[in-house]
């Protein structure tokens, strides 16, 4: 079990994240430890929406693809003291200075303000990266709750695309403040 030296973490007020690595990621695949793995209250339910196996394992690809870009994946939220869900980064910045962030959380922890103050934890460490010009995200056009999540956070809504397995996006960005 890692202790929590080991861990890459950011806090904010109600909201704690908490760097997937390759250790964690096996204790997820195991069973219900990871919540004790850092420190964290056990989840009412689990994984949040859009958080199965295959998730997981990309993640895991991630990591082993971009060793030297710590970070630069999935996080996990702790809200209000107890394991509620996950955010992070698809990847390390691009050529463009991008990188693209999503988030899910359980619903028993929705409308309590964890989503939000994930990604602003996570805007707040993507911008401290000289490289990072801007942070985008994608949501379903039926999701007004994540929509607004963006908004609060002061991201813009940039248009809509297709995505081929998706369907229609709403694309948003949040620019490096000059």
């Known amino acids: 079990m890692p202790v929590e030296t080991d861990l890459i973490i950011e806090r904010g007020g109600n909201v704690t994240i908490v760097a997937a690595n390759l250790s964690l990621l096996d204790i997820a695949e195991?069973?219900?430890?990871?919540?004790?793995?850092?420190?964290?209250?056990?989840?009412?339910?689990?994984?949040?929406?859009?958080?199965?196996?295959?998730m997981f394992a990309w993640v895991r690809r991630l990591i082993e693809q971009y060793p030297g870009e710590t970070g630069y994946n999935t996080w996990f939220i702790v809200g209000g003291g107890m394991l509620c869900g996950t955010a992070g980064f698809k990847g390390p910045p691009g050529d463009d200075g991008s990188v693209e962030i999503g988030y899910s959380v359980i619903p028993e922890a929705q409308r309590r303000g964890f989503a939000s103050e994930a990604v602003e934890l996570l805007a707040a460490r993507a911008f401290r990266d000289q490289r990072v010009t801007a942070i985008r995200?994608?949501?379903l056009l039926d999701g007004v709750a994540s929509q607004?999540?963006?908004?609060r956070c002061g991201f813009?809504?940039?248009?809509?695309r297709h995505d081929p397995e998706d369907g229609d996006v709403v694309c948003f960005e949040l620019s490096r403040a000059h």
Not at 148 to 151: E, G, I, K, S
């Open 156 to 160: 813009g809504q940039t248009g809509l």
């Open 30 to 54: 195991r069973g219900d430890e990871l919540a004790a793995a850092i420190g964290a209250l056990p989840p009412v339910a689990w994984p949040p929406e859009h958080n199965d196996a295959s």
């Open 137 to 139: 995200a994608e949501t």
């Open 148 to 151: 607004a999540v963006l908004r």
